[in-house]
């Protein structure tokens, strides 16, 4: 594939000779066309002019054009421009006959009515790396005289050419911002732990038992900061009841129903304002893992990686787990565990859920400040989008999408593109770390790579995200491509 043209100009050449020497270098003007990289070839298109220029009738002036490295460790010859006085073309017309006749490496100029013709100059060279930025020099000899110039170094006339470029990353395409879907129904929950505290297998209310009171009152006030919420509408209150295991599955199973029971039909009296069919009870019962997580951290508990082993092997037979903890040996093993983690597992947890009312996009920059999980994934992107490009706000905006929804793939492709936009592409390749699992992303990473000058990696991105369907990358690899192509 045909490259651009890299350089195109005229420079005229000049020499600094000698005053006895002959030379005709400095009546000769070298239009440089194009100089081009194309596959492994590279191709040198110059326009000779000889505008006054007359040879004397012996002489011949052979010009040679050399490709000559920048840092002037390697060069190549092109082929070489003869320009022949009468005499001297006459003769070599005749040597041209013979059979001993050696071709020139080159082209002889023409003359006409007694006029050197311009020339029209192609030639093309083997591709070597050391081009890049290089320069193009020609030297000139001139034989049929007594004092010629013999391989005499004439000056440059066109300098850096081939010169070594990076890729644009600006034509590296990648999706722009995706609009995120409508949530039909704001579904949120929360979720708190209480201990309320019944006396030993009872599962009545009573207030007054331990600081049972303030238990109440803390769950009343967070159920009460839902409830009178206008922007928020209660679905349901489930109230959890969970015991610790020292009795059998069975037995506590009833007592964790009868105790989460019991707890919703005291809180239905204390909020009229809910609905009754809104509260409803569960009983997940023993709550083992729990259990399992206090004895993973507590690093001193006596006995622990016997509990853990026991917890683990008894997987199905909850019963048959208890009775293995308390054959422990020694005996303090267990009664360490009970009396330290147990109380702990006979809890009660309550789980609100309800539903969040639309917010316009002033009402939802103050939730974004405020109470974030209340918006939508469009509702955060209709705030990011009211404030300018690669505005710190946009971006913020964007970011509280993902930490939001950090599962949510157009999520990242926002925040992902709008780093992009920001010149920001280090924060791109930390941002979809293990999480580029869309062709889209993975394109983006490969775009990020690109502005990294990470060429490599890049082009293993777009050969996956094309692979996995991405248009975008298709393009930027052929792109990477061309470019690998160029410089190598």
Known sequence: MTNRIILSGILWVTALVAAAQVSYLDRVAVETKAVRKVDDKVTVDLLWQFNGLKVNTQNQAEFIPVLVAADGTAET??????????VRR???????????????????????????????????IPWEAWMHGANIEVRERVTGCANCLNGYAATVIAPSVLPYRTPDA????????????????KMRSITFRGRFQFRLDKYDIDPAYKDNYKKLEEARAKIDEVASNPDLNIVSIEVAGYTSPEATVAYNERLARNRSTSLVNYMKKRFPQVPSQKWFASWPNEDWDELREAVEKDTLLPGREQILDVISKYPDNLDLREQKLKELR???????????????????????????????????????????????????????????????????????????????????????????????????????????HTASLQNIVGVALIHAKRYEEAGLWFEKAAAAGASEARTNLQLLNEWISHTR
Do not use: C
């Not at 939802?364 to 404030?387: D, F, G, H, N, T």
């Not at 490009?389 to 999520?411: F, M």
């Open 77 to 86: 010859e092109l082929p070489h421009v003869f320009v022949e006085g009468r």
């Open 90 to 124: 006459w003769v070599n017309e005749r040597r041209e006959l013979s059979k001993d006749w050696s071709p020139r490496n080159g082209e002889v100029v023409h003359r006409h009515k007694g006029k050197y013709m311009p020339l029209n100059y192609h030639a093309e």
């Open 170 to 185: 600006s034509q590296f395409r990648f999706a722009s911002l995706v609009t995120p879907a409508e949530e039909e129904l």
């Open 330 to 436: 020694p005996a303090t093993i267990y009664e360490t565990l009970y009396r330290k983690h147990y109380p702990y597992l006979r809890h009660n947890d309550y789980i609100i859920r309800f539903a969040v009312r639309p917010f316009t996009v002033e009402e939802a920059r103050v939730q974004l400040l405020k109470q974030p999980e209340r918006l939508s994934a469009a509702e955060i992107y209709r705030v990011a989008m009211s404030y300018p490009e690669n505005s710190p706000e946009r971006i913020q905006a964007l970011q509280t999408a993902v930490r939001l929804y950090p599962s949510d793939d157009i999520a990242l492709h926002n925040l992902a593109v709008a780093y992009l936009q920001a010149g920001d592409p280090l924060e791109v390749l930390s941002l979809l770390d293990g999480r580029a």
